[in-house]
């Protein structure tokens, strides 16, 4: 039997405790091709899986069938949840023709249990959406190709346009209906704004003061079902947007509430699901991989997080330069205008994510950024600290179901290791929020699978779970919002949202809140001053007095906040950034460099030059902040630095300048490079930097510049080669370098020789293997498999060993089900990983290449099984398609027995 969620029974673990609860069971298979919850029994994780740190507990809030795969959750004043689901998430788009839900759930009675459960709205356009926020009466729902906004004028929590209630695309044109890489949620930040991101499907939409945004990128999938995306992304990618930037894959949007004055704050992300805003303003968010690079960053005003070509026309592995590991290449570490990924964890699928400043937990946990990372079955937990002009983040895992080891050293508690470790592996953490009582609630998508749009959970079973202090009893506010008292009282809620209906409260009440407002300025929790900083910046001409002008304020947050207040405010901030521009500390030099991108030259220069000159050689998140400033502004700033801070005999120029030259590239800074890169008294990374920056220069002075070092014997030859082909291609296409390459003796296309590589059909071996359940009976052993797995290593990395044909191995099988990584073992094609499709070339010498192909314009690149990679001149292809199966080789192929195969489930289960 499986154990269903029961709303009338509390199931906790605390320390020293472990309740008592059934174990789970393997998941039910819904039998109807109608979807029908009461049909199914649901599936639990058993709470006493989970790993808590010493005094907290995590507690059941609520299960199916009163929620159903929850994808994102947001929370109201009154303590209620409210649920977006995923019953029709991808290949099961038809479940609920109906349409997906947004759920609302209830505690009447305070036990600490949801006992309450209705819809709010259900319609057919409601298709697995991945955002839902709570704001006053405005319920904002994300649903591609909409951002949609319900107002619940009447207050009953059930939508009825009959009874006054309305429905408003606020903004259109988002692409990825049914998709992971989509629009997700809204979050408020202290300033007013609204905030949201989208997934590296992109999207093209105008914002309610009529500008238009085109932002798109390589990555181009057709719609899972019979839905259309609502532009072509090869006629916008690359295209600049209204404000006249550029932004390409994933991005951030900030803008009023009423759609108006929209910005693109942060791009070229892959997939981030979510952002936190703090109440100091800065903006946190993950992001996932694409091999094993999920990252957790701090995201910088304006940044360019790498994923794809500035262009949008490629992925990283058209770039890759040779040598570079995958967490350098996937997010373009070593470009200029790239930003510092941050903490780059390796493989996973994160989601959903909070920033806790104040509440229940205690002070321990203030300034705490909670990321949901279902792939490993966990969530982590960060406290992000200023360093330098950006922020350390060190990785903790707060709660978990999957540790790796028994946190030697730490204060965390709990936990059965004796049980299944499948059952380990289905915690899946799409979303957490901080509720108006203080507690964390997070809710679990629940199933065996997690990520490339699959799922294995047949009877979406979903929870919510409350973590808390032991004994914990919730208390939620009661708020009086027609009262200046309860506004205050939402201003300083725990809950993000909450916190947005005080701040409109108070704001428009205007110099009526002065007081109010700026009381809250001597409060000891800084994130709370940071709030009445931002919200008295917009209390009219008294308001920035009362709050402190930026450069008053003692403390460094307080200087930032201040600025950024004054920026948002729409004031004049042109006098404290020349100010704060010799400030000592770097972050508030950083955000008067960032808030230069688009002001004038004649505003911007000296304050950029005297930003310049604070840069240490070192910070890379400074370099780029000023580089950002300088946008646009490069050709005229270079001789004024190089003056002042480099010279004329680039040989001599310190580290520090050759950075801020490398950041600048500026066309008339090609021979100072090509100089520098030539000379054997610089240092080689010095001389490798300046042959990079040459490449990102697109003028024929720069394309014979590197011809010039591609021709010379020296360490830099094979790296200019290198450019000189990658950029044949692209950037420099116009400058039609195959001639100069081969006059030169660079590359001949017509001297390449072709080697035949043919990947055998997994399906073309008889396989001779027992079933998937049976070869699971077998009792595998780990040693052995780390023997059986060395056949692997033709197509996977694994420790660091063997080829990238196929995706990574390294700590993928912890949080896999036994069944799915047998699967994937034995019947490869059924299940490829994202960006690991296979392409055939077909030769006018008939002969076949199979593999990944690294560069898709010519020359082309192939790396085929074995890592054997070869450049392809496109004038020597008939043919090039994709394949419909896998590039992997199946069990049978490699010669593996049912035991082999145990054997290595066991070992990648370990690895």
């Not at 709010?120 to 951002?147: M, T, W, Y």
């Not at 930026?550 to 404290?576: K, V």
């Not at 054997?680 to 990079?692: F, G, I, Y």
Request: hydrophobic share 35%.
């Amino acid at each position: 039997m499986t154990t269903r969620f029961s709303s009338h029974r509390l199931l906790t673990l605390s320390v020293g405790t472990v309740a008592a609860t059934a174990f789970l069971m393997p998941i039910l298979k819904a039998q109807d091709a109608t979807f029908d919850p009461a049909k199914v029994e649901a599936t639990q994780v058993p709470l006493d899986l989970f790993k808590v740190p010493e005094g907290l507990e995590i507690t059941l809030w609520a299960g199916s069938p009163d929620l159903l795969n929850p994808t994102n959750i947001d929370v109201d004043q009154d303590g209620r949840i409210w649920v977006a689901e995923g019953v029709r998430y991808r290949k099961h788009f038809d479940r609920r023709p109906e349409g997906d839900r947004i759920v609302v759930l209830e505690d009447t009675d305070g036990d600490g249990k949801a006992d309450s459960s209705h819809t709010f709205v259900q319609e057919p356009d409601l298709i697995a959406p991945l955002g839902v926020a709570v704001i006053g009466k405005r319920v904002v729902v994300s649903q591609p190709p909409n951002l949609i906004v319900y107002t619940d004028n009447d207050g009953d929590r059930v939508f009825d346009a009959a009874k006054g209630d309305t429905r408003e695309v606020l903004l259109t044109g988002f692409s990825g209906i049914n998709h992971d890489h989509s629009l997700h949620s809204v979050t408020t930040g202290p300033d007013g704004k609204w905030y949201f991101n989208s997934g590296n499907t992109g999207g093209m939409f105008t914002d309610k003061s009529g500008n238009t945004f085109r932002i798109y990128g390589p990555y181009r999938p057709k719609a899972i079902g019979p839905f259309e995306f609502p532009h072509d992304p090869d006629q916008y990618a690359g295209q600049a947007s209204d404000d006249g930037h550029t932004y390409v894959g994933g991005f951030t949007v900030r803008m009023n509430p009423d759609g108006t004055h929209a910005e693109i704050i942060g791009h070229n992300y892959r997939n981030s699901y979510e952002q936190s805003i703090t109440s100091l303003g800065d903006v946190f968010q993950n992001d996932n991989d694409d091999p094993p690079a999920c990252r957790v960053s701090w995201v910088m005003e304006y940044a360019n997080f790498g994923f794809a070509s500035n262009d949008g026309q490629r992925s990283w592995q058209a770039d890759r330069r040779p040598g570079q590991p995958t967490a350098i290449a996937e997010w373009r570490q070593e470009n200029p205008g790239i930003t510092p990924a941050g903490d780059v964890y390796g493989g996973g699928s994160p989601t959903g994510n909070t920033y806790y400043e104040n509440g229940a937990l205690g002070e321990k946990w203030e300034g705490t950024f909670f990321a949901c990372e279902p792939g490993r079955n966990t969530i982590f937990a960060y406290q992000p600290k200023p360093q330098g002009a950006g922020f350390s983040l060190e990785r903790t895992e707060f709660i978990t179901t999957n540790p790796e080891g028994e946190f030697a050293g730490s204060d965390f508690i709990g936990g059965n290791n004796s049980v299944n470790s499948e059952t380990k592996t289905l915690f899946r953490p799409s979303d957490i929020v901080v509720g108006p009582d203080g507690a964390l609630y997070v809710s679990d998508w629940i199933d065996p699978r997690v990520g490339g749009h699959q799922d294995l959970d047949d009877t979406c079973s979903g929870a919510i779970y409350r973590i808390a202090p032991k004994g914990f009893k919730s208390v939620v506010p009661k708020l009086n919002l027609a009262e200046t008292e309860g506004q205050i009282a939402a201003l300083k809620s725990p809950s993000v949202n909450i916190r947005n209906v005080g701040f409109e409260a108070l704001k428009a009440k205007g110099r009526a809140s002065l007081d109010a407002v700026a009381a809250l300025l001597d409060d000891s929790n800084p994130y709370i001053r940071g709030r009445a900083i931002f919200l008295l910046y917009q209390l009219g001409i008294s308001g920035p007095r009362k709050a402190g002008y930026p450069q008053a304020q003692a403390d460094p947050r307080m200087r930032i906040a201040a600025y950024r207040a004054m920026r948002r405010a729409g004031l004049d901030f042109t006098g404290p950034a020349i100010e704060l521009s010799h400030d000592e500390d770097p972050g508030v030099r950083r955000e008067v460099a960032l808030s230069m991108r688009d002001q004038s030259l004649d505003i911007a220069r000296d304050i950029l030059v005297d930003i310049a000159k604070g840069y240490d050689g070192e910070d890379r998140y400074y370099l780029e902040a000023f580089g950002t400033g300088a946008t646009g502004k490069e050709a005229e700033l270079y001789p004024l630095l190089k003056n002042a801070l480099g010279g004329d005999d680039s040989r001599r120029w310190s580290k520090a300048f050759g950075d801020i030259a490398w950041r600048l590239h500026p066309t008339q800074a090609v021979e100072d490079f090509l100089v520098r890169a030539s000379s054997e008294v610089v240092p080689l990374d010095q001389r490798e930097q300046a042959m990079d920056a040459i490449a990102f220069i697109d003028t024929q002075a720069a394309v014979d510049a590197l011809l010039t070092l591609a021709q010379l014997d020296g360490p830099l030859k094979a790296g200019a080669t290198w450019w000189l082909l990658n950029r044949s291609s692209n950037s420099w296409e116009p400058f039609d370098l195959m001639p100069a390459l081969k006059e030169r003796g660079i590359y001949d296309p017509e001297k390449v020789t072709l080697m035949e590589i043919i990947t055998p059909d997994p399906d073309s071996t008889p396989n001779n293997l027992p079933s998937i359940a049976d070869i699971l009976k077998l009792p595998g052993d780990a040693e052995r498999g780390k023997v059986a797995a060395a056949r692997c290593q033709l197509c996977h990395q694994i420790g660091g060993a063997g080829m990238e044909v196929g995706p990574t191995l390294d700590g993928w099988g912890r949080n896999q089900t036994s069944e799915v990584i047998a699967n994937s073992i034995v019947n490869p094609s059924t299940d490829i990983s994202h960006g690991y499709d296979g392409t055939e070339i077909k030769t006018k010498d008939d002969k076949t290449i199979h593999g990944l192909l690294i560069k898709d314009s010519d020359p082309f690149i192939i790396t085929s099984m074995g890592g054997v990679t070869q450049i392809v001149p496109g004038a020597k292809i008939k043919k090039r398609s994709k394949m419909d199966r896998s590039l992997m080789l199946s069990a049978a192929q490699l010669g593996l027995s049912a035991q082999d195969v145990a054997d290595l489930v066991a070992f990648l289960k370990a690895n």
